[in-house]
């Protein structure tokens, strides 16, 4: 690994764990095996060290973006993931219905609707909590 690849791993997991929460991360960790490290390690220093920890937008506006663009594809899982990691981006209620509107002008509506049902459920359960 360079030193830049270092910082950027370690800039990633900071960003990672600020957004998804420590729970999530050690999950992911724990979980990863010699065939998915090279994957775990690309995602915490593209997505998280690159991407997400640009000071362009913030955690707010990239969560409802993520969201949209998860919703639009069909990604449930993920979608789900980034529903629940809003209680950390800042991201409200009112912002994923608005951005899953757009899914449904812009992607079409069975993605938005499918995307719908993924949120009112992670937000009951989020509620449960």
Excluded: C
């Amino acid at each position: 690994m360079t030193e830049v690849e270092t910082y950027r791993h370690r800039l990633g997991m900071e960003t990672r764990r600020s957004v998804l929460g420590d729970a999530h991360v050690d999950r992911a960790i724990a979980n990863s095996t010699d065939f998915d490290e090279p994957f775990q390690a690309l995602i915490t220093e593209a997505a998280w060290g690159h991407v997400w920890s640009r000071p362009n937008f913030t955690k707010r506006e990239r969560s409802i973006i993520t969201i949209a663009l998860l919703a639009a594809l069909g990604q449930d899982e993920e979608v789900a993931m980034h529903v629940r990691a809003t209680a950390n981006t800042g991201a409200s209620r009112e912002d994923v219905r608005e951005a899953l509107l757009h899914v449904a002008i812009y992607a079409g509506v069975p993605a938005a609707n499918h995307a719908i049902k993924i949120a009112k459920r992670v937000y009951e359960q989020m509620d449960a909590e």
